[in-house]
C-alpha cells in the first residue's frame, strides 16, 4: 500500500474539494506503479464534479503528467489546483472552423443583403470562396478523423477567443471584404489579379501546399497511438527541414489566398497566424529537444527552413 497527501495551495479552500487537505490511500498500488492519474482519479471519485481533466497536480511547484511517477524518497505532498470547467479540444477546433464555413457562403451567395451595390461575382471571387470552403471542410474533417491531441480539454471560457480568429478575422473580414464590389470583373480590370494565369498559378501552390499540409498531419497521426499521449520524432516529408510543416504549409496556403487577392484582411490574418504558428512552433521545438536530447536532429529548424 501507499499513501500520499493532497493539499490546496497556501491552504485556500476549493469549492468542488471541501475537506481538503486529506490523504489517499491506494492499497492495489506500490511506490513504482502509483501515477499521477491514479490519484486524480480516486479524487473524481471522492469529489465527482471536479473530473480528472479538471484537476492539476503540482508537487514541487512542478505540474505533474498524468503517467508521471512520484518520489517518495520523503512523502508526497501534492498541491491541488481546480482549473476551472474544460472543453474538449476537439469541440473547439470544431467551433472554431464553423464559423468560416456558415460566414463565407452567407456573404458569397446573399451579397444583395450585406452591400449597397452588388455587381456579378468576378472568376477571382468564386474561386477563393471554393478555397476557402475547402480548406475549412479539410480541417473539420481532419478534427473529426485525423488528430490526436496530447491534451484532452482547455477551459471552456477560452473558445470564445479562441473562435474569435476564425470566426471574425477569416470569417466575417475576408468574407466582407473578398465578396465586396471592389473585387467583382470590373473592379479588378487591368489589374494582374484578372490575369487567369497568374490566378491558376496561385491556385495551384494553394493546392500543393493544402496537400502538403494533410500529409504532416497523416505523418502525426500515425506517430502517436491512439488514446496515448506518447510523442515521437516526426520525420519525413516537411519534417526534415523543420519540426512543424503542418504550421508551415498551412500558413503558405493562406499566403497564396493573400497573394490571390490582395486582399489586406488577408493579409492581416496570414500576419496574425504567422506570428502565433511561430510561437508555438519556437515553444514545442523547445520541448522536443529538450525531450529527445542527441536523438532530435540538430539541423532542424523549428518553422522556417535553414532560418527560424
Not at 474539494?17 to 473524481?44: Q, V, Y
Not at 470566426?167 to 479588378?188: H, R, V
Not at 505523418?219 to 497511438?225: A, H, M, Q, V
Not at 522536443?288 to 532560418?307: L, Q, T, V
Request: hydrophobic content about 40%; glycine content about 4%.
Amino acid at each position: 500500500m501507499v499513501s500520499v497527501e493532497v493539499w490546496s495551495k497556501d491552504d485556500k479552500k476549493i469549492r468542488l474539494a471541501p475537506g481538503l487537505p486529506l490523504t489517499l490511500n491506494f492499497p492495489d498500488k506500490d511506490e513504482a506503479s502509483l501515477t499521477t492519474l491514479d490519484i486524480k482519479r480516486e479524487l473524481a471519485k471522492r469529489y465527482p464534479k471536479l473530473y480528472v481533466e479538471r484537476q492539476r497536480l503540482t508537487y514541487n511547484d512542478k505540474p505533474l503528467e498524468d503517467g508521471a511517477g512520484l518520489d517518495f524518497s520523503e512523502k508526497p505532498k501534492l498541491i491541488l489546483k481546480d482549473l476551472g470547467p474544460q472543453i474538449s479540444w476537439r469541440t473547439v477546433y470544431i467551433v472554431e472552423y464553423l464559423g468560416p464555413l456558415f460566414i463565407h457562403p452567407l456573404l458569397y451567395h446573399f451579397p444583395q443583403y450585406f452591400y449597397k451595390r452588388w455587381l456579378p461575382h468576378s472568376q477571382l471571387q468564386t474561386i477563393v470562396y471554393v478555397l476557402i470552403m475547402i480548406h475549412f471542410v479539410k480541417r473539420e474533417l481532419e478534427t473529426v478523423f485525423i488528430h490526436r491531441f496530447s491534451k484532452a480539454t482547455m477551459p471552456r471560457n477560452f473558445i470564445i477567443r479562441n473562435s474569435a480568429h476564425y470566426w471574425l478575422i477569416s470569417g466575417l473580414g475576408i468574407a466582407y471584404s473578398t465578396y465586396s464590389p471592389w473585387f467583382s470583373k470590373w473592379g479588378l480590370r487591368g489589374s494582374i489579379r484578372s490575369d487567369p494565369r497568374y490566378v491558376w498559378a496561385c491556385v495551384a501552390f494553394w493546392t500543393w501546399a493544402e496537400i502538403s499540409n494533410l500529409h504532416t498531419h497523416l505523418t502525426l497521426r500515425n506517430l502517436r497511438p491512439e488514446g496515448s499521449t506518447k510523442r515521437g520524432i516526426p520525420r519525413g516529408y516537411g519534417f526534415d527541414l523543420v519540426s512543424f510543416p503542418n504550421y508551415l504549409f498551412d500558413l503558405l496556403a493562406w499566403l497564396a489566398i493573400f497573394a490571390m487577392t490582395f486582399n489586406w484582411v488577408a493579409g492581416a490574418f496570414f500576419v496574425v497566424a504567422s506570428a502565433t504558428c511561430t510561437q508555438w512552433a519556437i515553444k514545442k521545438h523547445q520541448a522536443y529537444r529538450k525531450e529527445f536530447g542527441d536523438k532530435y536532429p540538430k539541423d532542424r529548424m523549428a518553422i522556417i527552413p535553414f532560418i527560424l
